[in-house]
């Protein structure tokens, strides 16, 4: 203890701080080390969501009090993507090492706008990792975000500048000579609306383009598309694949996409969140074959590298072009050449000035792990996928609604049948059941109009008698609810 008269968020005593820090890694420990025997998922009781409604704390709390309300309530509710029967919407299942990384950035406590520190390197370390895993050329820029979404807004904007044909940082979209037009699946992930539309471009930039029976952008319409909006007076820009579309792991055929964009003129964006990373993964890497002649790519080390949330990554080919979209600053922010602001600032690769040190978790487990086990893990989730099929395929009860490309696996419940309202019922009720009693969580959605369960299986943890027990579980409350 001293006596000065300021006041410090330190601890008044380390030894103390010591002491419940160990109780915070004990608990940590246990809590990841058992989350097999927890249910996946569990509705909080009334009590528990009671506690979130009390006011802000005026005073103090000992920090051993503050973290036992922490593990006893709130951490006993999440959303369990840790777990290895989570396979709901799209997310990685996380990892410790990964987790004593994010500690650590913390306590390291860098700003990553900028700055001649450890930390802005090992960002441009953990970006030229990605690069090599994407097979792009060291020439190649990029940028760590917040996730895939932010990712694929970064490289759109992008491809907006290079492409405008005028100035769009300083006359803004409405000089355009022409509106511009962006393409992509009818299968594309939401996210690339919000962009366009936060672009200032409108929803209507973006044209979707139909797939075909296997949910891939089908290239005579998209080829059809652009003939037909140059002759109405559009520009258009870029067209955006998908290597992984997030309803059923669709892969578009990049290197006929790359032809076009080619041919054309237009920018080539990989939406890679879900499936740029099989590059790595030694048997399927096939799969996503020219990826690595895209413009940007946008990917998502918090799915298949399992990085805590969050770590999103955009890639531009042109780092020129990356660089003048975003670089700018202020009379605060001049670099130096020498010091703590000399080097290029990560900042003028993206909208976000303050940025965490995400960095430091995908270079900690890359480096405990290697690539390759990552490359493995990737393969075992894609075989996974392959294994939860044929059980699909040999039970006459159950649906396969989509073909499995890679690791989401799309089906129903069909029982004795129905029309496609009781069927949704039906297979929404299954799902409803199985996350309340804590066995599974897949999701659901719709495949060209039909309504299907959704398995992810972007999980570490996953076995295939988890995969078993989905199938069994899934007959037994179908039958229940038939019956
Ligand atoms: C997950 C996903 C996104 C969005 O990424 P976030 O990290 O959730 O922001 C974009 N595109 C595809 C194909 C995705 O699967």
Same mark, same amino acid.
């Given at each position: 203890m001293?006596?000065?008269?300021?006041?410090?968020? +330190?601890?008044?005593?380390?030894?103390e /701080?010591?002491?419940?820090?160990?109780e915070i890694?004990?608990?940590?420990?246990?809590?990841?080390?058992g989350?097999r025997?927890?249910?996946?998922?569990?509705?909080?009781?009334?009590? =528990?969501?009671?506690?979130?409604?009390r006011p802000?704390p005026?005073?103090?709390?000992?920090l051993?009090? !503050?973290?036992?309300?922490?593990?006893?309530?709130?951490?006993?509710?999440?959303?369990?993507?840790?777990?290895?029967?989570?396979? *709901?919407?799209?997310?990685?299942?996380?990892?410790?090492?990964?987790?004593?990384?994010?500690?650590?950035?913390?306590?390291?406590?860098?700003?990553?706008?900028?700055?001649?520190?450890?930390?802005?390197?090992?960002? &441009?370390? =953990?970006?030229?990792?990605? $690069?090599?895993m994407?097979?792009?050329? +060291?020439?190649?820029?990029?940028?760590? %975000?917040?996730?895939?979404?932010?990712?694929?807004?970064?490289?759109?904007?992008?491809?907006?500048?290079?492409?405008?044909? =005028?100035?769009?940082r300083?006359?803004?979209?409405?000089?355009?000579?022409?509106?511009?037009?962006?393409y /992509?699946?009818?299968?594309?992930?939401?996210c690339?609306?919000?962009a366009?539309?936060?672009?200032g471009? *409108?929803?209507?930039?973006?044209?979707?383009?139909?797939?075909?029976?296997?949910f891939?952008?089908?290239?005579?319409?998209?080829?059809?598309?652009?003939?037909?909006?140059?002759?109405?007076?559009?520009?258009p820009?870029? !067209?955006?694949?998908?290597?992984?579309?997030?309803?059923?792991?669709?892969?578009?055929?990049?290197?006929?996409?790359?032809?076009?964009?080619?041919?054309?003129?237009?920018?080539?964006?990989?939406d890679?969140?879900?499936?740029?990373?099989?590059r790595?993964?030694?048997?399927?890497h096939?799969?996503? +074959?020219?990826?690595?002649?895209?413009?940007?790519?946008?990917?998502?080390?918090?799915?298949?590298?399992?990085?805590p949330?969050?770590?999103?990554?955009?890639?531009?080919?042109?780092?020129?072009?990356?660089?003048? %979209?975003f670089?700018?600053h202020?009379?605060?922010?001049?670099?130096?050449?020498?010091?703590?602001?000399?080097?290029?600032?990560?900042?003028?690769?993206?909208?976000?000035?303050s &940025?965490g040190f995400?960095?430091?978790?995908?270079?900690?487990?890359? $480096?405990?792990?290697g690539v390759?086990?990552?490359?493995?893990?990737?393969?075992?989730?894609i075989?996974?996928?392959a294994?939860?099929?044929?059980?699909?395929?040999a039970?006459?009860?159950?649906?396969?609604?989509?073909?499995?490309?890679?690791?989401?696996?799309?089906?129903?419940?069909?029982?004795?049948?129905? +029309?496609?309202a009781?069927? $949704?019922?039906?297979?929404t009720?299954?799902?409803?059941?199985?996350?309340?009693?804590?066995?599974a969580?897949?999701s659901?959605?719709?495949?060209?109009?039909?309504?299907c369960?959704?398995?992810?299986?972007?999980?570490?943890?996953?076995?295939?008698?988890?995969?078993?027990l989905?199938?069994?579980?899934?007959?037994?409350?179908?039958a229940e609810?038939?019956?």
């Amino acid at each position: 203890m001293d006596n000065r008269q300021e006041e410090t968020l +330190d601890p008044d005593d380390w030894a103390e /701080a010591r002491t419940v820090a160990h109780e915070i890694v004990e608990f940590a420990v246990g809590h990841l080390g058992g989350v097999r025997d927890r249910p996946v998922w569990q509705e909080m009781p009334p009590e =528990v969501r009671a506690a979130f409604d009390r006011p802000l704390p005026e005073g103090p709390t000992p920090l051993t009090d !503050v973290f036992r309300e922490a593990a006893g309530t709130l951490l006993r509710y999440p959303m369990g993507n840790i777990h290895p029967r989570f396979w *709901g919407w799209y997310m990685g299942a996380g990892n410790f090492t990964g987790a004593l990384a994010d500690f650590l950035a913390a306590i390291d406590g860098s700003n990553l706008g900028g700055g001649n520190t450890a930390a802005a390197a090992v960002d &441009r370390q =953990v970006v030229g990792w990605l $690069k090599a895993m994407m097979g792009f050329p +060291d020439s190649a820029s990029g940028t760590l %975000t917040s996730g895939g979404s932010m990712a694929n807004m970064v490289a759109l904007t992008v491809a907006r500048n290079a492409m405008a044909g =005028v100035d769009v940082r300083r006359d803004g979209v409405t000089s355009l000579p022409q509106p511009l037009r962006f393409y /992509a699946s009818d299968q594309a992930h939401s996210c690339h609306q919000k962009a366009i539309e936060t672009l200032g471009l *409108g929803s209507r930039a973006l044209r979707l383009v139909a797939t075909d029976g296997d949910f891939r952008m089908n290239l005579a319409a998209l080829e059809a598309a652009i003939a037909e909006d140059r002759a109405a007076g559009w520009r258009p820009a870029c !067209v955006i694949a998908t290597a992984g579309t997030t309803n059923t792991g669709a892969l578009d055929d990049l290197r006929a996409i790359e032809a076009i964009c080619r041919r054309e003129g237009l920018w080539f964006h990989v939406d890679g969140c879900i499936g740029a990373l099989i590059r790595i993964a030694p048997r399927n890497h096939a799969l996503v +074959d020219g990826i690595e002649a895209a413009d940007s790519i946008a990917l998502d080390p918090h799915k298949w590298l399992h990085a805590p949330f969050e770590a999103g990554c955009a890639l531009v080919r042109d780092r020129d072009r990356h660089f003048n %979209t975003f670089t700018l600053h202020g009379d605060y922010l001049e670099e130096k050449p020498r010091g703590l602001a000399s080097g290029e600032f990560l900042a003028d690769y993206g909208f976000e000035l303050s &940025r965490g040190f995400k960095a430091l978790k995908i270079w900690m487990s890359l $480096k405990e792990q290697g690539v390759e086990k990552f490359g493995r893990l990737i393969d075992q989730n894609i075989a996974q996928g392959a294994y939860l099929t044929r059980l699909i395929v040999a039970e006459p009860s159950l649906e396969l609604m989509a073909p499995t490309a890679i690791n989401i696996v799309c089906f129903r419940y069909r029982g004795a049948g129905g +029309d496609e309202a009781q069927l $949704k019922a039906l297979n929404t009720e299954i799902m409803l059941r199985l996350q309340e009693a804590g066995t599974a969580v897949p999701s659901d959605t719709t495949v060209h109009g039909r309504h299907c369960l959704r398995v992810a299986i972007n999980n570490h943890r996953t076995r295939t008698e988890d995969l078993e027990l989905l199938v069994r579980e899934v007959l037994r409350i179908g039958a229940e609810l038939a019956a």
